[in-house]
């Protein structure tokens, strides 16, 4: 229990965000198993899956982007309240529709909105994680998605075959519950410009009569032109969405594997519970690897994390006993604690003050991006290739990019070497 010790004399705001993240977490049922959704209920091939998965994350993508703005402009909790209402609304209505193709268009607007929330939360937490435990306040709102994550699954997957009403019926409620405390329990601690701020900012940029000097005047920058300037957070944004895309092959190749070897109801019952085990690793694991990744530059964990995603999904190519799927996911979850841990701190670090709530929904957006190409690229692969062939591909790349990330390292260390800004 020493380790949990680090996670003692927070800031109560940050327990309290940890503690919608977890709720949230435990509701996070539907997007887990939308393949099987999409190819056992609905009636999709693998193909037109991976489509509506690249749509779904499409419209989580730019629910991030939309919502970490609108947070920066208008305050974080009003924007999480309300996205969080239309949010249950449509996983309500599409309770009623999940297994005709209306639930396509109906998730889509669920998942802009929903998506839109995780960055508030984020940001929520950078406002308050200032001194010298901010690594271990994102570690907490992470490892506690990830505890809420090691039920939601389960609970999917054994509802899945028989009763998936309830699981789009769940989801809302649990995202429901998790903004009343938020609604309930936290403060705005962000200075929320007001109406006439907004419009002088605005007034002054055009006017060019501003200095780079003032917080605020950058507020109205784009986040692009922003995040061209930091050019370091911009490779890391752009490596973070190839890993993830590298690491969908868990969410989309996997259930169908487990379809095909094992059925319906068995394969999103193992589903659940590969996610399960995931998240059970997360929670015990990530307060020790912590204490590698607070002391490492986040570009020498991302190339050992992608390292362990290069063994543990290449082994599924390779392996038929059903308890080796369960140990390889050891693996790879050591790999995406060492990617995870430190992204939240690493982007608050180059993240000026008037950008962080967009600043942090780039994490959602790489996540979200690599959750849509990867399952396209994956359904095109499986039109063609073996479970074996593509997990394969799939291992290899992961090494390219581990060799990528630890040149990148060594290539900052290098500028640190000379006194040149990191």
């Known amino acids: ?17 940890c503690l919608v993240r977890w ?3 435990m509701g996070s049922l539907v997007f887990t198993f939308s393949s099987l959704i999409l190819t056992g209920m609905v009636g999709l091939t693998t193909k037109q899956a991976g489509i509506v998965a690249m749509l779904y994350a499409t419209a989580n993508v730019v629910g991030a982007i939309v919502g970490g703005k609108m947070a920066d402009f208008y305050g974080r909790k009003k924007i999480y309240l309300w996205f969080t209402v239309v949010t249950c609304c449509f996983y309500v209505l599409g309770s009623f529709y999940c297994t005709t193709i209306w639930i396509v268009p109906i998730s889509i ?4 909105f929903g998506s839109g929330c995780y960055p508030i939360v984020s940001a929520m937490v950078a406002d308050s994680a200032e001194g010298p435990k901010s690594a271990e306040c994102f570690s907490l709102l992470y490892l506690s998605h990830n505890l809420g994550f090691a039920v939601g699954p389960a609970l999917g997957g054994a509802l899945l075959a028989d009763h998936l009403p309830w699981v789009y019926r769940i989801q809302a409620g649990m995202f429901l519950f998790a903004a009343l405390i938020l609604y309930i329990c936290t403060i705005e601690v962000y200075k929320v410009p007001t109406k006439e701020e907004r419009a002088a900012l ?12 003032e917080p605020e005047s950058t507020l109205h920058e784009s986040t692009l032109k922003m995040l061209l300037q930091t050019k370091i957070l911009l490779i890391f944004i752009v490596t973070l969405a190839i890993a993830t895309t590298l690491y969908c092959g868990i969410g989309f190749i996997l259930p169908l594997q487990f379809k095909d070897a094992f059925g319906l109801a068995a394969g999103g019952t193992y589903g659940g519970r590969i996610w399960t085990v995931n998240a059970l690793m997360v929670v015990f694991a990530t307060p020790v690897i912590m204490r590698y990744t607070k002391t490492h530059h986040q570009f020498n964990c991302m190339a050992l994390g992608c390292l362990l995603y290069a063994v543990g999904f290449g082994a599924y190519g390779y392996i038929k006993a059903l308890p ?3 140990i390889a996911v050891v693996v790879w979850s ?3 604690i060492l990617i995870s841990t430190g992204a939240g701190v690493f982007i608050a670090e180059h993240s000026p003050a008037s950008h962080v709530a967009r600043f942090q929904s780039q994490y959602d957006m790489a996540r979200s991006i ?5 399952p396209f690229i ?6 063609y290739l073996s479970y074996r062939q593509t997990w394969t591909i799939d291992a290899v790349c992961c090494i390219v990019i581990a060799v990528y990330c630890w040149f990148i390292f060594k290539g900052e260390m290098a500028k640190k070497a000379r006194g040149e800004s990191v």
Do not use: N, W
């Open 109 to 112: 607007c669920a998942f802009f």
């Open 1 to 17: 229990m020493s380790y949990f010790s680090q996670f003692l004399g927070l800031p109560r705001q940050v327990y309290i965000l």
């Open 334 to 336: 050591i790999g995406e």
């Open 370 to 374: 690599g959750r849509g190409v990867g």
């Open 202 to 213: 605005r007034m002054r940029k055009k006017a060019d009569h501003y200095t780079a000097s």
């Open 378 to 383: 994956f359904g095109e692969l499986l039109t």
């Open 23 to 25: 709720i949230s977490g």
């Open 324 to 326: 080796l799927y369960f």
